[in-house]
Every structure is written in structure tokens, then in C-alpha cells.
């Protein structure tokens, strides 16, 4: 069975650092590009982040651009998103999906194929 599994989520402080870990099973990650995406509570899920099957080519967008980094580790079968300078309106569920394009990274839902559950990442004191 196809899954995606995130982790690494829970409560931290503004100013916090969180990593998130999107692994995969049934499936080899490696060939797939990978996108983060997050809900915040009352608002519609945005896209984050991507970073292509092979790891070279990745995208942020403009709200996370130099506190986010994604990176990926194929040999381990999973997708890393370092979350820095963590803002308390950034607290939601974060999504790990997978795209099969094979031209760059996916940066819209319509592009995605399959879907973690999601993890909680809140930002408190």
C-alpha cells in the first residue's frame, strides 16, 4: 500500500526551529518530486515548498523563502522540511505529496498524486 508518513511535528516557540520528516512506504520516494503544503485553521491549504526527484532543483514560497529549507535524502526514502524563525500564524497541519512531474517540483494540489495525513505544528508560548 502507498503511504506517506509525516513526523517530526508538535509545539514549539515563536522564533522556534521544527524539522519535519515526510517518509515513504510501498513506494520509492526517490522517483517522485515532493511538495510540503499547510492549513492554517480558517484558511484554504497553500503550498509551501517543492524539491524535485533528484534534489537539485527546489522552490519556497515567498512567506517561507529563508526560513525553509527542504532537502531530501533518496537513500533513506525521505523528504526533510527545516522550519526556522517559526511564526505563531504558522501554526497548522503540515502535508507531505507526492507528484509524478518530471519537469521541476509541483507547486499546485492539482499536480499532486498522492497525500500524507498530515501533522500538527504548533507555534505558541
Known amino acids: 500500500q502507498l503511504q506517506l508518513v509525516e513526523s517530526g511535528g508538535g509545539l514549539v516557540q515563536p522564533g522556534g526551529s521544527l524539522r519535519l520528516s515526510c517518509s515513504a512506504s510501498g513506494f520509492t520516494l526517490g522517483d517522485y518530486a515532493i511538495a510540503w503544503f499547510r492549513q492554517v485553521p480558517g484558511k484554504e491549504r497553500e503550498w509551501a515548498s517543492c524539491i524535485n526527484s533528484s534534489g537539485g532543483w527546489v522552490k519556497y514560497a515567498d512567506s517561507v523563502m529563508g526560513r525553509f529549507t527542504i532537502s531530501r535524502d533518496n537513500a533513506k526514502n525521505t523528504v526533510y522540511l527545516q522550519m526556522h524563525s517559526l511564526k505563531p500564524e504558522e501554526t497548522g497541519v503540515y502535508y507531505c505529496?507526492?507528484?509524478?512531474?518530471?519537469?521541476?517540483?509541483?507547486?499546485?494540489?492539482?499536480?499532486?498524486?498522492?497525500w500524507g495525513q498530515g501533522i500538527l505544528v504548533t507555534v505558541s508560548s
Open positions: 505529496a507526492a507528484s509524478a512531474v518530471r519537469i521541476g517540483c509541483p507547486s499546485r494540489e492539482s499536480h499532486v498524486e498522492h
